[in-house]
Nanobody, 119 residues
């Protein structure tokens, strides 16, 4: 099982980045997908989530109107489009695959990708 994030980097305030998370080794379309982030000295927080079929998505209030989560089940990939980035968006961003069924909960995590917003 692998979740491999890419697309992080250094960007100026107001800039954009697109994170990708490529999944392998499990049935991607059976899992809800989430993006979390963790800033230095802070707890990991859920930023965005999308259901297994892509029909519903949720974003934390602090990124609504700026970030978009999407997925392509044919490519086993989930994306996080981040626009109008702010310094407070600086964090390591993690991809999470979450399965919740009666009697079964399973999670997979990526290794994280650094996003730094600074002038």
């Amino acid at each position: 099982v692998q979740l491999v994030e890419s697309g992080g980097g250094l960007v100026q305030p107001g800039g954009s980045l697109r994170l990708s998370c490529a999944a392998s080794g499990f049935t991607f379309s059976s899992y809800d997908m989430n993006w979390y982030r963790q800033a230095p000295g802070k707890e990991r927080e859920l930023v965005a989530g999308i259901t297994r079929d892509g029909s519903s998505a949720n974003l934390v209030n602090s990124v609504k109107g700026r970030f978009t989560i999407s997925r392509d089940n044919a490519k086993n990939t989930v994306y996080l489009q981040m626009n109008s980035l702010k310094p407070e968006d600086t964090a390591v961003y993690y991809c999470n695959a979450h399965l919740f069924l009666p009697g079964l909960i399973n999670d997979y995590w990526g290794q994280g990708t650094q996003v730094t917003v600074s002038s």
